[in-house]
C-alpha cells in the first residue's frame, strides 16, 4: 500500500490522476485544497484536508505518514512560496519523494519559433516557476519536476519524455497524458528521481500549439 497526498487536489491534471488513483486499490489517497467542499463527493474514496499551500504547517499535518508527495500547484505569484512551504512541511515529515508539476521554459530549454511565443506567452510565470524548481532541484528531496507543453484536454495517453537540458520542440500534450505519467510514478517511486522531465506529445512540432 502506497500513500499519496495530492496538493491543488482541484486542478485539472489532478482529478485526471485522482481518478487512476482511486481504482487502485494499493492506493491509499489524500487530497489536499483550499476549499475542501469542492471535493465533498470524494470523501469516501480520500482523506480530505483544507488549507493553504503556503503555510507550511497545514501542509505538514496533511503530509504526516505519507509515502509521496504529488505538487499540483497553480499561480505564479504563489508558486515560489508554495515551493518554500511544500519542502519544510515534507522534512518536517520526514516524507521525501515529491512529484511537482511545473511549466514549459523554465531552463530556456524551447527552441525557435514556438521557444518565442512561450515566452512571450507566459512571461512572468517563466520566471517564477523557474525559482520554484531551482529551490526543489536544491532542497535533497527525491524529486521529479514534470514540464509538460500546452496541455488539451484530449482523451489519450501519448507522450514522450525530455531531460533537463534538452530541447523540447513538442508543442501539446493531453492533460491526460500528463496524469498517467504522475500515476506511472506514484507506482514507480523510484523512476526519474532527481530528474526533471518534459513531457510532449511526438509529432506535434510547430510554431505554437495546433489548437491554440
Same mark, same amino acid.
Given at each position: 500500500?502506497?500513500?499519496?497526498?495530492?496538493?491543488?487536489?482541484?486542478?485539472?491534471?489532478?482529478?485526471?490522476?485522482?481518478?487512476?488513483?482511486?481504482?487502485?486499490?494499493?492506493?491509499?489517497?489524500?487530497?489536499?485544497?483550499?476549499?475542501?467542499?469542492?471535493?465533498?463527493?470524494?470523501?469516501?474514496?480520500?482523506?480530505?484536508?483544507?488549507?493553504?499551500?503556503?503555510?507550511?504547517?497545514?501542509?505538514?499535518?496533511?503530509?504526516?505518514?505519507?509515502?509521496?508527495?504529488?505538487?499540483?500547484?497553480?499561480? *505564479? !505569484?504563489?508558486? @515560489?512560496? =508554495?515551493?518554500?512551504?511544500?519542502? +519544510?512541511?515534507? #522534512?518536517?515529515?520526514? &516524507?521525501? %519523494?515529491?512529484?511537482?508539476?511545473?511549466?514549459?521554459?523554465?531552463?530556456?530549454?524551447?527552441?525557435?519559433?514556438?521557444?518565442?511565443?512561450?515566452?512571450?506567452?507566459?512571461?512572468?510565470?517563466?520566471?517564477?516557476?523557474?525559482?520554484?524548481?531551482?529551490?526543489?532541484?536544491?532542497?535533497?528531496?527525491?524529486?521529479?519536476?514534470?514540464?509538460?507543453?500546452?496541455?488539451?484536454? *484530449? !482523451?489519450?495517453? @501519448?507522450? =514522450?519524455?525530455?531531460?533537463?537540458? +534538452?530541447?523540447? #520542440?513538442?508543442?501539446? &500534450?493531453? %492533460?491526460?497524458?500528463?496524469?498517467?505519467?504522475?500515476?506511472?510514478?506514484?507506482?514507480?517511486?523510484?523512476?526519474?528521481?532527481?530528474?526533471?522531465?518534459?513531457?510532449?506529445?511526438?509529432?506535434?512540432?510547430?510554431?505554437?500549439?495546433?489548437?491554440?
Amino acid at each position: 500500500m502506497v500513500k499519496v497526498v495530492v496538493l491543488g487536489a482541484h486542478g485539472q491534471v489532478a482529478q485526471i490522476a485522482e481518478r487512476f488513483l482511486f481504482a487502485d486499490k494499493d492506493v491509499e489517497t489524500s487530497l489536499f485544497l483550499r476549499n475542501a467542499k469542492r471535493m465533498e463527493d470524494k470523501k469516501n474514496q480520500a482523506t480530505i484536508f483544507e488549507g493553504s499551500a503556503t503555510d507550511a504547517a497545514q501542509l505538514e499535518k496533511a503530509m504526516k505518514g505519507q509515502d509521496i508527495v504529488y505538487a499540483n500547484l497553480g499561480g *505564479k !505569484d504563489d508558486i @515560489d512560496l =508554495e515551493a518554500e512551504a511544500v519542502i +519544510e512541511a515534507m #522534512k518536517n515529515a520526514h &516524507v521525501k %519523494r515529491l512529484i511537482w508539476i511545473s511549466t514549459l521554459g523554465i531552463y530556456d530549454e524551447v527552441p525557435g519559433k514556438f521557444g518565442e511565443w512561450n515566452k512571450e506567452t507566459l512571461g512572468d510565470y517563466i520566471t517564477e516557476y523557474a525559482k520554484a524548481a531551482k529551490k526543489i532541484e536544491e532542497s535533497g528531496l527525491d524529486y521529479t519536476i514534470i514540464r509538460p507543453t500546452w496541455m488539451d484536454n *484530449k !482523451d489519450e495517453v @501519448d507522450y =514522450e519524455k525530455s531531460k533537463k537540458g +534538452e530541447p523540447i #520542440k513538442d508543442t501539446e &500534450v493531453s %492533460r491526460k497524458s500528463v496524469a498517467a505519467y504522475v500515476y506511472h510514478l506514484i507506482k514507480n517511486p523510484k523512476e526519474d528521481v532527481g530528474e526533471s522531465i518534459g513531457l510532449g506529445k511526438p509529432g506535434t512540432e510547430g510554431d505554437k500549439p495546433g489548437w491554440y
